[in-house]
């Protein structure tokens, strides 16, 4: 349980699950698309990369898109509070404290 208390934990958990919502949406959504293709196509999106879709989108898949944009990007700000939240603690003086306690 003390694992997923921490903020760096926490950040790569939510960014693993909404990786893994579009890999499933994409896959389930477009027929043609292999997982591999799918999970290309959620890296590109989160990332904003948009290098090149691998085929055309179905209307269904264009919504899901704008669906997986506007919560991945949620999802990002949210793990990267988390991010700030870990190097916060980490550096903060009280951090630093513990950790010259712990040595």
């Known amino acids: 349980m003390h694992l997923i208390k921490s903020p ?6 939510l960014l693993l699950l909404i990786l893994l919502f579009g890999v499933i949406g994409f896959y389930l959504i477009e ?3 292999s997982l591999f293709d799918a ?4 890296v590109i999106t989160l990332s904003t990369v948009g290098y090149t879709e691998v085929g055309e989108l179905s209307a269904q898949g264009r919504a899901f898109a704008v669906l997986f944009i506007l919560l ?12 700030v ?10 951090g630093l404290k513990q950790k010259k306690i712990n040595k």
């Open 39 to 42: 999970l290309y196509m959620s």
């Open 8 to 13: 760096l934990t926490r950040a790569l958990l």
């Open 85 to 94: 939240e870990y190097i916060a603690i980490d550096w903060s003086l009280e």
């Open 72 to 83: 991945g990007f949620l999802i990002v700000a949210i793990a990267f509070r988390f991010l």
């Open 31 to 33: 027929t043609n698309y």
